[in-house]
C-alpha cells in the first residue's frame, strides 16, 4: 500500500506541469499574425487596454503592440486622474485645471505604434474621488457651486480634455466616451417617470452630476462634446458607455436615452443636431466573481440583438469592456468554444449588410487574475480562466481559437 501511494505522489508529480500548462496553446505572441489584421477584413477594430503601470511590463506592452489597433486607458484619461484639485483653486479664470502626465505618455506611446485610442471617459457619475468639483472654489469644506457654476465648469473640462489631446495627438484619439454608466439597475435607482432610468443616486449617495449640473446632464455633455468637437473639425465620434446594455429592461432605457440626446438641440435651421455617434457596450459577460451566468447561450443572441437593436437608431456600436469570464477551469474548452462562437455568429456577420454598425470590440479580460485572490477587483471582473493570456502572459487555447475563427479555420 505503501509502495502504491508513493508511486501516485510521484505520478502525480510529474503530471502537474502538465496541469499547470493544460490552457496554454504551445505558441508565442509572434507565431501568429496581429489578430487585428484579421478582423480588419470584417470591418471593426481590435482593441485592448493598458493601465500606466503596464507600461512597465514589456511582455504585456509587447502583445498590444502585436495584437491590437485599438487601446483604452484603464483609469488615466478619466476625471478623477486628470483634474488637479491645487490647479483648480488657484486657475485666473475659476475653471477646471488637469495633469495630463500620466495620460500624455499612454496616448504617446499609442501613436508612436500606430495605434487608435479611445478617450474614456469624459463623464462619469462615480465621483467620490473628487467631490470638491462641485463646491465652491473647489472646497469640500464650503457650500456647493450654484447649476450654472457647474455647468460652466463641465463645458470647460470637456472642451479643455477633448482639445488637449487633439491638438498634442492629432487624430490618436478616434472616439470618446462622453458619458459612462448613467443608467441604474433598479428602479430606486431612478424617477418613476424618467423613460431614460438615469441615475439619481450612486453608491447610496446623490448622483452629483444629476443634483448640481442638472437632470439632462448626460444631454448637455454631449452637446458639450459636440460644440468641442465641431469647432476643431475632428473625425472624433461621440459614444455612451455602459454595461448590462444586451439585457433588455436596460437596452430598453439606453434607446430613450438615446432620443432624448438626439432631440437636445437644433441648429440654426431648427433641425435636430446629431449629438450622440455611438453605443459602447461593456462586454462583461457572466457573473460577477461568480460562475452564475457564465457561458451561457443567451448572452450571444443577446449581444447580437442589441447590435441590431442600437444600429436601427443610427448608432455605431462598440463592445468596449470585454471580459468573457469563466471561473471554472474544467470548462476550459467550453469557454474557448463560446469565445470562437462570439466572434462567428456576431461579430464577424454584424457588418454583413450595407450599414456597418460595429466598429470596435475592445477586449479589456486579457490576461487571467490569480486563482487564489478571490476577493480581488480584478478576480471578479475579469475571473481567473476566462481571458488570453495567462497569468505568466502565456497565450492560451482560448486566443488560438479566436485567432483561427478570425482565418476562417
Given at each position: ?164 489631446f487633439e491638438e498634442k ?24 417617470n424618467d423613460p431614460r ?108 440583438l442589441s447590435i441590431s ?101
Open positions: 500500500m505503501k509502495k502504491l501511494f508513493s508511486l501516485a505522489v510521484a505520478l502525480l508529480i510529474c503530471l502537474l506541469p502538465l496541469l499547470s500548462v493544460a490552457e496554454e496553446a504551445g505558441t508565442v505572441s509572434e507565431d501568429y499574425d496581429p489578430l487585428w489584421t484579421l478582423a480588419e477584413p470584417y470591418g471593426f477594430k481590435l482593441g485592448g487596454c493598458f493601465g500606466i503601470w503596464d507600461m512597465n511590463n514589456a511582455a504585456y506592452m509587447n502583445f498590444l503592440a502585436r495584437h491590437f489597433n485599438s487601446v483604452t486607458c484603464t483609469n488615466e484619461t478619466k476625471a478623477y486622474s486628470l483634474l488637479n484639485q491645487a490647479r483648480c483653486k488657484s486657475s485666473d479664470d475659476g475653471m477646471p485645471r488637469m495633469d495630463y502626465t500620466n495620460a500624455d505618455k499612454m496616448v504617446a506611446w499609442a501613436q508612436k505604434h500606430g495605434i487608435g485610442v479611445r478617450g474614456h471617459v469624459l463623464v462619469w457619475d462615480a465621483v467620490m474621488q473628487y467631490p470638491w468639483f462641485f463646491h465652491e472654489d473647489y472646497d469640500e469644506k464650503k457650500p456647493f457651486a450654484s447649476q450654472e457654476t457647474n455647468r460652466v465648469r463641465l463645458a470647460s473640462y470637456i472642451d479643455q480634455v477633448i482639445s488637449h495627438f492629432p487624430g490618436v484619439i478616434y472616439c470618446w466616451d462622453v458619458v459612462n454608466e448613467a443608467i441604474g439597475d433598479s428602479a430606486s435607482d431612478w424617477r418613476a432610468h438615469i441615475r439619481i443616486v450612486r453608491d447610496g449617495g446623490k448622483n452629483m452630476f444629476q443634483a448640481y449640473v442638472g437632470d439632462d446632464y448626460v444631454e448637455y455633455a454631449f452637446l458639450c462634446a459636440r460644440n468641442t468637437v465641431d469647432r476643431l473639425g475632428a473625425d472624433i465620434k461621440l459614444f455612451y458607455n455602459d454595461y448590462n446594455l444586451f439585457f433588455a429592461e436596460k437596452r430598453e432605457a439606453a434607446c430613450a436615452l438615446v432620443k432624448s440626446i438626439q432631440a437636445y438641440a437644433t441648429d440654426e435651421e431648427g433641425n435636430p443636431r446629431t449629438l450622440i455617434d455611438g453605443m459602447g457596450m461593456q462586454g462583461y459577460m457572466g457573473g460577477y466573481g461568480t460562475q452564475n451566468g457564465c457561458l451561457d447561450q443567451s448572452i450571444i443572441s443577446n449581444v447580437k437593436t442600437y444600429a436601427q437608431l443610427g448608432l455605431e456600436v462598440q463592445l468596449t469592456e470585454m471580459a468573457v469570464r469563466n471561473f471554472d477551469k474544467t470548462r476550459v474548452a467550453e469557454h474557448d468554444a463560446f469565445y470562437s462562437k462570439l466572434f462567428s455568429d456576431v461579430f464577424m456577420k454584424a457588418n454583413t449588410e450595407e450599414k456597418a454598425p460595429l466598429t470596435a470590440v475592445c477586449i479589456w479580460g486579457l490576461v487571467d487574475a490569480n486563482p487564489n485572490q478571490k476577493d480581488n477587483y480584478v478576480y471578479k471582473m475579469n475571473s481567473p480562466y476566462g481571458c488570453l493570456l495567462t497569468i505568466n502572459y502565456k497565450i492560451k487555447t482560448c486566443f488560438d481559437a479566436v485567432y483561427h475563427t478570425l482565418k476562417g479555420e
